[in-house]
T-cell receptor, first 114, second 113 residues
Framework: EAQVTQNPRYLITVTGKKLTVTCSQN?????MSWYRQDPGLGLRQIYY???????DKGDVPEGYKVSRKEKRNFPLILESPSPNQTSLYFC?????????????FGPGTRLTVT | AQSVTQLDSQVPVFEEAPVELRCNYS??????LFWYVQYPNQGLQLLLK??????LVKGINGFEAEFNKSQTSFHLRKPSVHISDTAEYFC???????????FGAGTRLFVKA
């Protein structure tokens, strides 16, 4: 089954404790992206990757890092999480990076930072 | 820069009634427009998209949307809703030929029996 998977689905952590949220897709997509969803703000893009070893900042990159060493994986790293990073996070992928390509979303990771 | 405004944060409606979810956008260039649906505890799923051509776009689950360039709108409609349509709906815009998608704040549709 073609899908985007994220792990973990739920995470509660404390301020300053480094964490990684994994994202993997099995559709051989070139483009991958991370969003955060907050009430009343919709989805905002954190980082995106046009292909392996090519990443760039989205609208809200502060406090996050990403890497794209393999085509299928695009982990999101929070080196020192803070309470304002409490949010619902979605990974997405599409065949290529153009806006006309449909994005496929993972099920989401709900992160709480205390 | 593009922006998207979804005019209603919540829309309650009775089952089998028609519904319209409103979306306005702003952009100085040609755009692609999208509607996504998010069912509870799930990721977003594409409902329909407008890239070019006919301004009336039909999507999955009986939804359709009309691109109105003069009013910069892309409202989503369904003639008769079901309980299972209860979800959050997101309008999104991209610059034609670009790479970035801007999402609206979302509209929660509640379908009541």
């Amino acid at each position: 089954e073609a899908q985007v998977t994220q792990n973990p689905r739920y995470l509660i952590t404390v301020t300053g404790k480094k964490l990684t949220v994994t994202c993997s897709q099995n559709m051989n997509h070139e483009y991958m992206s991370w969003y955060r969803q907050d009430p009343g703000l919709g989805l905002r893009q954190i980082y995106y990757s046009m292909n392996v070893e090519v990443t760039d900042k989205g609208d809200v990159p502060e406090g996050y890092k990403v890497s794209r060493k393999e085509k299928r994986n695009f982990p999101l790293i929070l080196e020192s999480p803070s309470p304002n990073q409490t949010s619902l996070y979605f990974c997405a992928s599409s065949l290529k990076g153009g806006a006309n390509y449909e994005q496929y979303f993972g099920p989401g990771t709900r992160l709480t930072v205390t | 820069a593009q922006s998207v405004t979804q005019l209603d944060s919540q829309v309650p409606v009775f089952e089998e009634a028609p519904v319209e979810l409103r979306c306005n956008y702003s952009s100085s260039v040609s755009v692609y427009l999208f509607w996504y649906v998010q069912y509870p505890n799930q990721g977003l799923q594409l409902l329909l998209k407008y890239l070019s051509g006919s301004t009336l776009v039909k999507g999955i689950n009986g939804f359709e949307a009309e691109f109105n360039k003069s009013q910069t709108s892309f409202h989503l409609r369904k003639p008769s809703v079901h309980i299972s349509d209860t979800a959050e709906y997101f309008c999104a815009v991209s610059e034609a030929g670009g790479f970035k998608t801007i999402f609206g704040a979302g509209t929660r549709l509640f379908v009541k029996a």
